[in-house]
């Protein structure tokens, strides 16, 4: 990500790849390894099994997590860089 993209949107790219992310291994692990699990697997290769299910759960929780983080009450915060304020100011002659 270049350095000009804001806070907001570098949040909102997390939140969507740890919903996608989580929900996709979620899905894909949940069907592909325990569904099609034996009863006659070894406990290792249960918890193995078990191990992207989990991963997925923990991801889409992030997501929630940072889905609830308060925003800042002023939107120009998010979109506006760091130095704006010295920037208004030189442009303004002050």
Not at 42 to 54: G, I, Y
């Amino acid at each position: 990500m270049s350095k000009s993209s804001s806070p907001y949107v570098r949040r909102l790219l997390w939140i969507v790849a740890c919903f996608v992310g989580g929900f996709a291994l979620l899905c894909v692990s949940g069907w592909a390894l325990v569904v099609n699990g034996s009863t006659q697997d070894s406990a290792l290769v249960t918890a193995l099994r078990w191990l992207p299910v989990a991963t997925g759960a923990i991801t889409v929780a992030a997501g929630f997590f940072l889905l609830s983080l308060p925003v800042p009450e002023d939107p120009e915060d998010f979109f506006l860089p760091d130095d704006a304020d010295g920037e208004l100011e030189r442009t303004d002659g002050k």
